[in-house]
């Protein structure tokens, strides 16, 4: 069965139709890129996966069940993590103390004012295998905030991962970086991908990131729907290049 | 770098063990420097009210700016027992305690969807509302002229009874043991998982969010209990002044609470208590020189706030780690 099916949705803010009658399956395991040109609307159509937003018309299924009008929080329990396009972390607390958090709210502490010892070492535990993973154990101890573009993306992403997640969606995860930082980023959402058979949904810009990550890819074009397919498919798609180089042209 | 956290946590314990020991002794140091022991017991009362809000403002991130309604509710719970029902005093704080803080926990599913500004604006008039009805209900509140007469009664330990209402001392030391327990109960919780979650919510609340936590739930949480804490305080202060006045509930005492936070520093968990220091004893000074002593407690906020941004205890922290 698909992870996620979103079936025909539209969202309007008054007059203007953001996303208009997309729809999108995604399987399990897969890694799916949404890709097109500035004001496509491909965040709009992320925010109304994770409920930030809830569409004007359409429905959103989620392993079978409906979740087109349910509060972000209870979507995240069902297994729907994300990440944003603009970093959003706890920039005064460490990323120890972030990831901490995270993984705190996804073992069911979250409303606990007292901790065992025993769930306390769990928790720890886990923060460690985290940052292992991310290679920010060295920078366990510093405030985020303090940190670069790239380490706060980096446990931003991991904050995510801590969720648990069955279905993460990354906003742009290599928006705003160099080469050596959107290096980094792409081999850990690689990593994430292959290692721990997560599914995941990404918006992004960069071509190479995309084509380097993708199974399958879907275009957006003035929030409709464009294209979909396979990253040769997509390349080779004559609707595909108009839009892009249509832009440039004119 | 375990040794950097050895360090710092030795410094922790240092700092708490200090903080203590000046309390701890405070009747016998404070004549020294020209304080009384009453003056002491006020600032601990106050000092707990500025962390109650401090608790909501400085680790949640929600400023109420009508606190002083749970004070003021838990200062006439607490006297009306006394006066009306049983000569108790524990009996009076527990009553006004849990009035203060069942009306907040009411009041508080009301407005948890507010933010800032608004937030604000709507606990200052449910603060007002309060006050309008302690100030009219002259019958049972005794109006403008105050809860009166009542009187803090002696405690009855067992083995011996602890004269609380004539000896300043042993007052002193009971209120110590009030505002220790209070105090307690906040670090503990602060430590908790679901004092990380007041801290992701202060942080970020989008990220909160979509991390999974209810923010409104834990928000509503966060406020009950420091109204729970703050009317725990209003209890404590009708035992000081043996009075529940009105104004006690006004949004200016509310105004005074929250200065006191942010002159001490409110991203540190004793900053309210040196901002009640410095306000009470800076009150009690300058108010016997000139009755206009709230200008220069004003014009003191006014440069706390332009030259500390972090209160006072934030800038001392901050020094140090220079």
Same mark, same amino acid.
């Given at each position: 069965m698909s992870l996620l099916q979103v079936k025909n949705v539209s969202k309007n803010f008054g007059s203007l139709l953001a996303v208009n009658d997309v729809s999108m399956t995604v399987e399990p395991g897969e890694l799916r890129a949404v890709i097109g040109p500035n004001g496509a609307g491909k965040t709009t159509f992320f925010n109304l996966i994770s409920g930030f937003l809830t569409p004007s018309a359409g429905r959103i299924i989620f392993d079978g069940d409906d979740v087109t009008h349910l509060l972000p929080a209870r979507r995240v329990w069902r297994g729907i993590a994300r990440t944003f396009q603009i970093t959003e972390v706890f920039p005064e607390l460490t990323i120890r103390e972030n990831l901490r958090i995270a993984v705190e709210v996804a073992g069911g502490y979250r409303l606990r004012m007292w901790q065992s010892r025993d769930a306390d070492s769990e928790v720890r535990a886990s923060v460690v295998d985290l940052l292992e993973m991310s290679g920010l154990t060295e920078?366990?101890?510093?405030?985020?905030?303090?940190?670069?573009?790239?380490?706060?993306?980096?446990?931003?992403?991991?904050?995510?991962?801590?969720?648990?997640?069955?279905?993460?969606?990354?906003?742009?995860?290599?928006?705003?970086?160099?080469?050596?930082?959107?290096?980094?980023?792409?081999?850990?959402?690689?990593?994430?991908?292959?290692?721990?058979?997560?599914t995941i949904v990404l918006i992004?810009?960069?071509?190479?990131?995309?084509?380097?990550?993708?199974?399958?890819?879907?275009?957006?074009?003035?929030?409709?729907?464009?294209?979909?397919?396979?990253?040769?498919?997509?390349?080779?798609?004559?609707?595909?290049?108009?839009?892009?180089?249509?832009?440039v042209a004119a | 770098m375990s040794e950097l956290l050895n360090l710092e946590s030795g410094r922790k314990l240092a700092a708490l063990v200090a903080i203590l020991a000046a309390l701890v002794l405070a009747p016998f140091w404070m004549p020294l420097l020209g304080g009384y022991t009453a003056l002491g017991t006020r600032v601990l009362v106050l000092g707990l009210a500025a962390m109650s809000v401090n608790f909501l403002l400085g680790f949640t991130g929600v400023l109420s700016f009508g606190h002083a309604a749970w004070f003021g509710i838990g200062a006439y719970g607490c006297g009306m027992i006394l006066k009306f029902i049983a000569l108790s005093t524990p009996l009076g704080i527990l009553a006004g305690t849990l009035a203060g803080g069942l009306a907040g926990a009411v009041l508080g599913a009301l407005i948890v969807r507010r933010r800032g500004v608004y937030f604000a604006m709507v606990t200052i008039a449910f603060g007002q509302v309060f006050y309008y009805i302690a100030f009219q209900w002259s019958s049972v509140t005794g109006g403008d002229d105050g809860l009166r007469p009542f009187y803090r009664q002696p405690l009855h330990l067992?083995?011996?009874?602890?004269?609380? +209402?004539?000896?300043?001392? &042993? !007052?002193y030391y009971f209120v110590l043991v009030c505002f220790v327990l209070a105090v307690a109960a906040m670090a503990f919780i602060l430590r908790s998982p679901f004092g990380r979650t007041m801290l992701a919510i202060r942080e970020n609340e989008r990220?909160?969010?979509?991390?999974?936590?209810?923010?409104? +739930?834990?928000?509503?949480? &966060? !406020?009950?209990?420091?109204?729970?804490?703050?009317?725990?305080?209003?209890?404590?202060?009708?035992?000081?002044?043996?009075?529940?006045d009105p104004r006690g509930l006004h949004y200016s005492q509310s105004g005074d609470f929250v200065m006191m936070a942010v002159m001490g520093g409110m991203r540190s968990f004793w900053g309210p208590?040196?901002?009640?220091i410095v306000f009470v004893v800076f009150q009690d000074y300058v108010s016997s020189v000139t009755i206009n002593w709230q200008i220069f407690i004003g014009f003191l906020f006014v440069l706390v706030v332009l030259f500390f941004p972090r209160g006072l205890l934030g800038f001392l922290q901050q020094r140090r780690g220079a």
């Open positions: 920078k366990a101890d510093r405030l985020v905030g303090e940190l670069a573009h790239g380490d706060q993306r980096a446990t931003e992403i991991m904050m995510a991962l801590a969720l648990k997640p069955r279905l993460l969606l990354l906003d742009e995860p290599t928006a705003g970086m160099g080469d050596q930082e959107t290096y980094d980023i792409t081999q850990l959402i690689r990593k994430l991908h292959r290692e721990r058979k997560l992004e810009h960069d071509m190479r990131v995309v084509f380097h990550l993708a199974d399958r890819i879907m275009v957006l074009d003035q929030g409709k729907f464009l294209a979909e397919g396979t990253p040769q498919e997509i390349a080779a798609n004559e609707a595909v290049q108009a839009a892009y180089l249509g832009k | 067992g083995v011996a009874t602890l004269d609380i +209402l004539n000896d300043a001392t &042993a !007052f990220r909160a969010r979509f991390l999974g936590i209810p923010v409104e +739930l834990h928000i509503w949480i &966060a !406020f009950t209990l420091s109204c729970f804490f703050m009317a725990y305080a209003g209890s404590l202060y009708a035992l000081v002044n043996n009075f529940a208590l040196l901002g009640a």
